[in-house]
């Protein structure tokens, strides 16, 4: 049984301080050309060897993409993070 609560306001919830801000990437269409790359990929190996050839190019080319854009946003943040 949990003790009974003392009087008094809850404790505040921790939030960023004032002036914090709260970074989140733009969307993004790369991880959904990617996954649809490894399908294609993954289809390819019971039907053809080229659309397992399509699959894997477009998983490449996404992922590059991927990285490419990861490190754009890094480098744009600021150096306390």
């Known amino acids: 049984m949990t ?3 003392e009087n008094g306001p809850p404790p505040a919830p921790a ?3 004032v002036g914090e801000e709260i970074h989140l990437p733009e969307p993004s ?3 959904v050309l990617s996954a649809l790359g490894v399908t294609l990929a993954v289809v390819g190996l ?3 060897w080229a659309i397992t050839l399509v699959g894997m190019v477009i998983v490449v ?3 590059i993409r991927w990285i490419r854009d990861t490190r ?3 480098q744009e943040l600021p150096l306390e993070h």
Do not use: F
């Open 3 to 5: 003790p009974p609560a």
């Open 15 to 17: 939030v960023p301080p």
């Open 29 to 31: 269409l790369v991880p």
């Open 46 to 48: 019971v039907l053809s």
């Open 61 to 63: 080319l996404t992922t």
């Open 72 to 74: 754009r946003d890094i």
